[in-house]
């Protein structure tokens, strides 16, 4: 052969490190491979994944309470196991065709084969026909899901939620039947076993609202009216978040829903927004809230909001750096679980870090970014303890 | 195929051989064009996908001026007429013919350019600018867009000029001359595109009367 | 040739850095968009390590949320745009010519101008960093979150002017390769004699030249927006925020299939070689290739299912993406064909290439599980889908990469990389890709959405957290044994001759390094698998091959000649996009500097058109007139 001097390939290896002994250790891990070890891996691996399918988390999608969420699962299981087997067909054809043809010394040259007609029609139709069936379904579920079924027409609960940077805000057009509205935050409280349409909105970015257990997700877009619907079989709290990224709090845009009996949803309904009885201590919290604290700026205490405000707030938050914002409606805020938009829970510790910084337990939030109290050097209320104080006391009677 | 065994097969190609027959330059003006299809597509969707949707006005039938537009539109078609014809001087080596039509070309083009900026200024006089209402941004940015592509045109085209009254164009620089009327007619034929939906079609739209993509309920929207 | 209106000779020198500043030789353009692209892998690389870190453990404080989210936003924009798209042009770049048996691209001078232009676009975004205004919306900045009234700082600016650089890089880059292997295949080599790697060059091309324009003019709107105030996904002005989401899908699902073909068709290369098997069904692996680059523009709102589109749009979608699996699973069966009955060898490429077909299936499935909008309600924007990504970003295209560096390392530098260290790469990169990624698909199913920065203990995502993020450590070590693996044998290593794989493709034929001019003689291509023929047949017959040097005094054979333009031409670009950075308070002209790039580029195309050809023009490129 006559090749330029560099390209000689017969030159002596020049590779100056001793040899990495990869065969050897390929060997041994070969050897281990075999006979128990194979068996105790397999089942090592199935109970990982047993483990790893965790139905009780907060917001596993396992766990399902509800048709919605029940339709979605059942299609992703027959789907994963459909998928599960064609994984373990194909990687097995793929390992087994690596094992069983891996090149031999002195092997000649293997049959030059260029294709095989009725082989590949085969592996492009049965795909196609696993893909239509599975297919239809998908599509007969989609129809089937997107409305509550006839059954349950009239006896719907309807709720608009608002998506803001970074709470949920829900309003119930009429909660009882006869045209209470109820506007709260951050905890809906549905009745059990009764269909609840949802009509999703947003005032600012695009959010997302999901219940895993309950319904898959669906976009809360600042220019749509989009719809989604849930039913819950069984009473208890479950757990919502934002799906969509919105900026910088994403990751602490929950949401609670606590389903109650249809005794105890009446009961709330009925006993919303009374007027709360104030100790002496929790008036003094009253002035500071309405007063020094600016905080009715934007938060309502006293029944739904007036539309007016409302974009009067919004505006304000679009407009200028600092004062004002849309804030949660805290009607009945001491009856709730968690605050901070589903963050943490509601007591008196708690409270007053918020209240002190809310930064230190949400960072990024527009209370700290805008509220006038907290444009200080450290971030920290221009507020006193005392005032702090009174202002927790305030915020726990509400109720 | 006959090869001498014990040597790689090679053959002798002269330097211009290419494996369609197709010049590089042309080949590659058309797959230019191609992509710059989509760009317009893209834009003329975003625009007919905004129709009907300003907030405010003034809306396309307040100001759009169908009988002005309709001249300047004569005008750039037949400016391809004339790019044509210089395509037609420079293969016949008509030194002549090459100036007069080139310049033609020019001028024309150049004319349709004066009457999109009378067009944008008088918009602009009567209350509608790029950040007015949708049909605002998207009108000018559609069309702004366009009037880069012919200004790039005339710019090209002017060199071109140059190089004729030179004497440096004839039929050995053909191609050069048939590539810039390759651009020169898709500009124009985006153009038909463009008047067509814009002023034949949307130059009649008024306001959000026949629904918006936003559902109506929400527009009480902070501005 | 146009000396009177000659601007500047043509540089001349042939080595130092000003040598690779002027080249316009296809291989060393080819070696600049790897290594730098490579560079910006390790840096997303180790932006994913600041994720991993941060998520490792519940509550953790590692990073503050702007930082995270600036994290996965440059991690996925330099991942996509900035690594494994250039790594493909790097191939595209040096293979392709030799592929096809020609001396250079189409454009070598426009070739040049790209990589420039992409490396531009790559310091301008990252240029975020130094004056700490970081993109952070996420690769896909969806409106309105990316309007001024949401993101006042300049990130957005940045990212979008960025990606609006990268873009003209990546379409001069598809122009000159859909022209280069139309137009500049060596005499024999007709459409179905193309190796698959050039095929799906071909289409790879094709989808940039018509996906790009379209996020071009959304960034063009979501720039005018937040420049010039106009309200294209402004809600205040009318404007719809899912249009932004319709221009970036249409554009990002062919997107996905712009960075997973290249691997395909490199792939496609290598486990015929080691199986020492022609491509198994090649007519419909080309066929099935095309319909995947077909039907990729009808599936666009398969990211979009939860927009609440309705259940028709939605039941369009979600037939149209569950059928590219077929055609995606006739390549893999194909695969899997070559290697049936062959005779296969387990060199690193191969490993590579193996591991990039196992590990791709399990993407492509969960993908398809996806595609089922019902349930893809419950898996949108959680971890199930961030393991879907990296099983078909990481474990496909990035295997399939490194499949192609292994494979023509030895053509390119002339030596071979080491085996062992290329196993044990091999190795820690596969078991660390699913040490990492795997427990991902259970998170997700947990309810763990994606683009948290942080999350509670009490949700039940601790331990496979800690998981994944331990198997980041595997990953690094891989990706460190590449490196090392890439020191050592760069200088060091075994000579390879020219074919050290018994391989069937042209490129093979040549010196490696091959010399400046490539074929000292156009090659006449005998067949598919060109070389395989030619070997066997010299073989069958007794006689060795002679090396087509042997013909030719290369002293004759004229390449084009360096340029300074494509520089030039680039950096007018940059400060043309860059000037929109750079406000001034003036009532007509707000931003002037864009006005002086538009100046430097004409410039530079001036200068590139006029610039004096070669002495004598090499067949069938541009540089003559
Ligand atoms: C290389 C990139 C790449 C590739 C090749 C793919 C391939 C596919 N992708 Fe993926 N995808 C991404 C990159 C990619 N994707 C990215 C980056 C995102 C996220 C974007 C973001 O939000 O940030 C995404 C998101 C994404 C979504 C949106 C999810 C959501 O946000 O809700 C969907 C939904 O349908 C989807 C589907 C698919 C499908 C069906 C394929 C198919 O092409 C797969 C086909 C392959 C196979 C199916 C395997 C082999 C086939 C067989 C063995 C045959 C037998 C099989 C059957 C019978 C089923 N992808
Ligand atoms: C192109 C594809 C690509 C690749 C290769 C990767 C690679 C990796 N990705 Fe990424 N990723 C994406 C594309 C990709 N990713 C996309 C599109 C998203 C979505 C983003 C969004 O939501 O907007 C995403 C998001 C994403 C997330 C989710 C973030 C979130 O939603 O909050 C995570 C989390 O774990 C992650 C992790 C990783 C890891 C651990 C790797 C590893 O594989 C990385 C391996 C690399 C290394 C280990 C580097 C080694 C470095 C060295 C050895 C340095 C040595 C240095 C010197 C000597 C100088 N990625
Ligand atoms: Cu709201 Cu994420
Ligand atoms: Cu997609």
């Known amino acids: 052969m006559l090749l330029s001097p560099p390209d000689r390939a017969d030159s002596p290896a020049q590779v100056s490190f001793r040899r990495f002994p990869m065969n050897n250790i390929l060997k041994s891990t070969k050897q281990w491979f075999q006979g128990k070890h194979l068996l105790a891996l397999g089942i090592l691996a199935l109970s990982l994944v047993l483990v790893a399918c965790d139905a009780n988390a907060k917001q596993s999608t396992f766990g399902t309470a509800g048709p919605v969420a029940e339709k979605q699962l059942l299609l992703f299981n027959v789907l994963m196991w459909v998928m599960v087997a064609v994984f373990v067909l194909v990687e097995g054809a793929l390992l087994y065709a690596a094992i069983r043809f891996r090149r031999r010394p002195g092997q000649p040259l293997p049959k030059q084969t260029h294709g095989n007609t009725v082989l590949e029609l085969t592996w492009t139709i049965i795909p196609t026909i696993l893909i239509l069936g599975l297919g239809i379904w998908s599509v007969t579920t989609l129809f089937e899901l997107d409305k509550p079924p006839a059954s349950a027409a009239g006896n719907t609960l309807d709720v608009t939620v608002t998506g803001h940077q970074w709470w949920f805000e829900f309003e119930y057009p009429n909660a009882d039947g006869n045209g209470t509205v109820i506007t709260t935050a951050n905890e809906l409280r549905v009745p059990v076993g009764r269909a609840v349409e949802v009509l999703l909105q947003s005032d600012d970015v695009i959010h997302s609202f999901w219940i895993p257990k309950l319904a898959g997700k669906v976009d809360m877009v600042p220019t749509r009216n989009n719809r989604l619907w849930f039913l819950a079989d069984e009473t208890g709290t479950f757990y919502g978040q934002c799906a969509e990224f919105c900026g910088t709090a994403h990751a602490q845009m929950k949401f609670l829903v606590q389903v109650l009996t249809q005794e105890e949803y009446d009961a709330w309904v009925a006993g919303f927004g009374q007027t709360p009885q104030l100790s002496a201590a929790a008036q003094a919290g009253q002035q500071v809230f309405n007063g020094a604290g600016g905080c009715v700026v934007c938060h309502t205490v006293n029944g739904s909001d007036n539309p007016a405000i409302v974009a009067g707030r919004m505006q304000g938050f679009l407009n200028t750096e600092v004062g004002i914002a849309p804030g949660p409606n805290m009607t009945d805020l001491a009856t709730r679980q968690t605050f901070a938009a589903g963050l943490i829970d509601l007591n008196r510790e708690n409270l007053r870090v918020w209240l002190t910084n809310p930064e230190d337990i949400k960072p990024g939030n527009h209370m700290a970014s805008r509220a006038t109290i907290y444009q200080t050097a450290d971030g920290r209320t221009s507020l006193t303890q005392t005032q702090v104080s009174a202002l927790i006391e305030y915020l726990l009677s509400l109720k | 195929m006959a090869y001498a065994s014990g040597q790689l097969p090679t053959t002798d190609v002269d330097h211009t051989y290419t494996t369609t027959g197709l010049n590089h330059r042309k080949l590659l003006m058309w797959t230019f064009l191609s992509s710059d299809c989509l760009f317009f597509g893209a834009l003329i969707a975003t625009y007919m996908v905004y129709r009907g949707q300003s907030l405010v006005g003034p809306y396309p039938i307040d100001i759009i001026d169908i009988p002005l537009t309709t001249i300047s539109t004569f005008v750039l078609l037949c400016s391809s007429f004339a790019m044509v014809q210089a395509l037609a001087a420079t293969n016949r080596n008509d030194q002549r013919g090459i100036q007069l039509w080139l310049l033609a070309t020019i001028l024309m083009g150049a004319t349709f350019i004066g009457f999109q900026i009378y067009e944008f200024n008088a918009f602009r006089m009567e209350g509608l600018k790029i950040d007015t209402n949708l049909f605002g941004t998207t009108f000018f940015t559609l069309t702004g867009f366009h009037g880069a592509h012919v200004t790039l045109g005339l710019v090209w085209l002017t060199i071109l000029l140059i190089m004729g009254r030179k004497g440096k164009l004839g039929p050995a620089q053909s191609l050069d001359v048939e590539i810039a009327g390759l651009y020169w007619h898709f500009v124009d034929i985006v153009w038909i595109v463009i008047f067509t939906l814009l002023y034949l079609i949307g130059g009649f739209d008024a306001g959000p009367t026949a629904g918006l993509l936003i559902e109506p309920s929400l527009l009480s929207l902070p501005t | ?625």
């Open chain 3, 1 to 625: 040739m146009a000396t009177a209106t000659n601007v500047m000779a043509r540089p001349a020198s042939a080595s130092g850095l000003w040598s690779w500043i002027t080249t316009v030789d296809h291989k060393r353009i080819g070696i600049l968009y790897g290594v730098t692209a490579f560079l910006f892998f390790l840096l997303a690389g180790i932006e994913a390590g600041v994720i991993r870190m941060q998520l490792a453990v519940p509550d953790n404080t590692l990073v503050s949320p702007d930082v995270f989210n600036q994290m996965f936003t440059m991690h996925a924009t330099a991942m996509i745009f900035m690594a494994i798209m250039p790594m493909s042009s790097a191939f595209f770049n040096f293979i392709i010519p030799l592929a096809i048996g020609a001396r250079d691209v189409a454009f070598p001078r426009l070739n040049a101008f790209s990589y420039w232009t992409f490396l531009f676009g790559a310091l301008l975004i990252h240029f975020s960093f130094v004056v700490q205004q970081v993109p952070d919306a996420g690769w896909f900045s969806y409106a309105n979150l990316s309007e001024k009234p949401f993101s006042s700082g300049q990130g957005i600016d940045f990212w979008a002017l960025g990606l609006q650089v990268l873009g003209v890089a990546s379409l001069a880059a598809a122009f000159n390769f859909v022209v280069t292997i139309i137009n500049m295949r060596a005499p024999g080599m007709s459409l179905m004699r193309m190796p698959l790697f050039v095929w799906m060059t071909l289409v790879t091309s094709i989808l940039l030249v018509l996906a790009f324009p379209v996020i071009t003019v959304g960034l063009i709107e979501l720039t005018m927006d937040r420049a010039f105030g106009t309200s294209f996904f402004n809600t205040a002005g009318g404007g719809d925020p899912i249009l932004w989401q319709h221009l970036f899908w249409i554009f990002g699902h062919p997107e996905v299939y712009i960075l997973i073909l290249p691997p395909m068709g490199i792939v496609s290369e290598i486990i015929p070689t080691f199986s020492k098997k022609p491509l198994f069904g090649y007519p419909v692996m080309v066929f099935s290739g095309i319909v995947i680059g077909i039907m990729g523009w009808a599936v666009w709102s398969h990211h979009m299912f939860t927009v609440g589109l309705g259940p028709v749009a939605n039941s369009v979608f979600t037939i149209t993406t569950m059928l590219i699996a077929v055609p995606t699973g006739v390549k893999i069966f194909n695969w899997i064909g070559t290697m049936w009955g062959g005779s296969i060898e387990f060199k690193t490429p191969m490993l590579f290439a193996i591991g990039f077909v196992a590990l791709f299936i399990v993407g492509g499935l969960s993908g398809v599980s996806h595609a089922v909008s019902p349930s893809d309600a419950q898996q949108q924007d959680t971890y199930y889908i961030v393991a879907h990504i990296h099983y078909v970003l990481f474990g496909g295209s990035i295997f399939g990469l490194f499949a192609g560096i292994y494979y023509w390392f030895p053509k390119i530098t002339g030596r071979l990389m080491h085996e062992g260290l290329g196993k044990l790469n091999f190795w820690l990169m596969f078991v660390g890709m699913n040490i990492t990624f795997f427990p991902m698909h259970f998170l997700g199913l947990n309810g763990m959405p994606r683009r948290i920065y942080t999350y509670s203990s009490d949700f039940g995502w601790d331990w496979l957290n800690l998981v994944a993020s331990a198997g980041y450590f595997v990953l690094f070590a891989g990706i460190v044994a590449f490196l090392v693996n890439f020191f050592i044998t760069v200088k060091n290593g075994k000579l390879a001759g020219h074919d050290p794989w018994d391989a069937p493709g042209l490129e093979w034929t040549i010196a490696s390094p091959p010399p400046v001019y490539n074929f000292a003689k156009v090659p006449q291509v005998v067949g598919l698998d060109h070389y395989w023929l030619v070997k066997r047949r010299a073989a069958a017959e007794g006689h060795p091959i002679t090396e087509a040097e042997a013909y030719v005094d290369p002293e004759t054979i004229h390449m084009p000649s360096p340029s300074y333009w494509p520089i030039v031409t680039a950096f007018g670009v940059l400060v043309l996009a860059a000037g929109f950075l750079i406000e001034f308070p003036w009532p007509y002209i707000k931003f002037p500097v864009p006005i002086i790039g538009g100046i430097i580029s004409f410039i530079g195309v001036l200068g590139w058109s006029f610039e004096p050809a070669a002495p004598e023009a090499h067949h069938g490129s541009e540089d003559h007139h």
